[in-house]
Structure formats: structure tokens, C-alpha cells
T-cell receptor
């Protein structure tokens, strides 16, 4: 079983759509959770950290369920510029700052 | 925010040559740097964790004699791919943190193509 698993993509949606990404992780000792965005042939960029209480940043909402070891990202009113690969990232629990990356879910927003 | 640079941004080399990639933290001191590799359509895979002044810790399956990592100062880590072969062609990305538990700041990556 992969340490971090994401929805297989790609997701093809029209502008304005709401899209949800799901992620599960296997290490119950993980303490930090993130969503990164990666554009083609570029480095990943931090989109948002994910907290147990849930957090929102504009059109983006992230949720964490520790009991189910499940993380989600919701994008509302999607824009063409949201097209990218979204990476679910979890820290390695007792392994210091080590980050474990999911395989990514590709999003393509069409006009 | 913190800035991390990598050099070169891309390199093409012949099989059997060695390639050195530099990772620099430009505006902060990085006690820990991480080296990742990403093959097409795959996610980032951690290769090794590098702490300033000590030997790097390699992930399982990563050959330490093939991927030499040096973290000689708080702002510079280097990855040398020795005797590169076509299967080493990949996107190599470094990240740097102030402390091992701090947010990681990623470099722009180095695309290596071995002919």
C-alpha cells in the first residue's frame, strides 16, 4: 500500500466547476499535512497546509480527518489558471522533516 | 518568502560522465536540505536528507556511491550523479529548511538528460 494515495486523474472540468480531490495516508504518526500544486516541468509550490479544524483560502478549502486518515481539497469556481497537478503531501511522522508525496492528481480546466 | 536556487536548470550529458547539481538557499540558512527525483508522470521521490556538516541519509534503494551529496555550508548542498546513465535522466529537485521540522522551500529543479 502506498504511504499517500490520491484519486487517479486526470480531472477535466469546465470553468466555474467545483472539483474535489481526495487523499488517504497510511502513517498514523504523521503530524503535518499539505496540498502542493505543481505546474508542468516546474517545482511544487505550497498551496496550503491542512489542519484538523479545516481551513479555507479563497476558493480553496482543505479538510483533514485524522480518524480516517483522509485529506481533501475542494476548489470552487475553478479557473483556467487552476490547471495543474495537485499533490497531497504528508510528513513522515517520526522521521523528522521527511515529506511523503502522493502521486498527484492532474486537473485540467477548460473554457 | 525564502528563496532556493538550483544550478544548472537543465543539463544534457553523455553516458558515463558525472554531473554536479547545486542547491542554494539565498536568503536564509538551511540546516537541512532534501534531494528529490521525479520521473515523468510520477510524484517526487525523496532520495536523501542532508544536514549541514554531516553525512547525508539516503532512502532505501538510492545508491550513496552513485549520488554523492555534500552539504558543506548552511547555504549550499550539492548532488553529484556519478557515471550517469540514461536511466538517471530525471527531474532533480532540492528543498531547504531552516530546521528539519520547518516548511520546505523548493528549488526550481534541474532537468538531467543522459544520452
Amino acid at each position: 500500500r502506498k504511504e499517500v494515495e490520491q484519486d487517479p486523474g486526470p480531472f477535466n472540468v469546465p470553468e466555474g466547476a467545483t472539483v474535489a480531490f481526495n487523499c488517504t495516508y497510511s502513517n498514523s504518526a504523521s503530524q503535518s499535512f499539505f496540498w502542493y500544486r505543481q505546474d508542468c516541468r516546474k517545482e511544487p509550490k505550497l498551496l496550503m497546509s491542512v489542519y484538523s479544524s479545516g481551513n479555507e483560502d479563497g476558493r480553496f478549502t482543505a479538510q483533514l480527518n485524522r480518524a480516517s486518515q483522509y485529506i481533501s481539497l475542494l476548489i470552487r469556481d475553478s479557473k483556467l489558471s487552476d490547471s495543474a497537478t495537485y499533490l497531497c503531501v504528508v510528513n513522515g511522522g517520526n522521521q523528522g522533516g521527511k515529506l511523503i508525496f502522493g502521486q498527484g492528481t492532474e486537473l485540467s480546466v477548460k473554457p | 518568502g525564502a528563496v532556493v536556487s538550483q544550478h544548472p536548470s537543465w543539463v544534457i550529458c553523455k553516458s558515463g560522465t558525472s554531473v554536479k547539481i547545486e542547491c542554494r538557499s539565498l536568503d536564509f540558512q538551511a540546516t537541512t536540505m532534501f534531494w528529490y527525483r521525479q520521473f515523468p508522470k510520477q510524484s517526487l521521490m525523496l532520495m536523501a536528507t542532508s544536514n549541514e556538516g554531516s553525512k547525508a541519509t539516503y532512502e532505501q534503494g538510492v545508491e550513496k556511491d552513485k549520488f554523492l551529496i555534500n552539504h558543506a555550508s548552511l547555504t549550499l548542498s550539492t548532488l553529484t550523479v556519478t557515471s550517469a546513465h540514461p536511466e538517471d535522466s530525471s527531474f532533480y529537485i532540492c528543498s531547504a529548511t531552516r530546521t528539519s521540522l520547518d516548511e520546505q522551500f523548493f528549488g526550481p529543479g534541474t532537468r538531467l538528460t543522459v544520452l
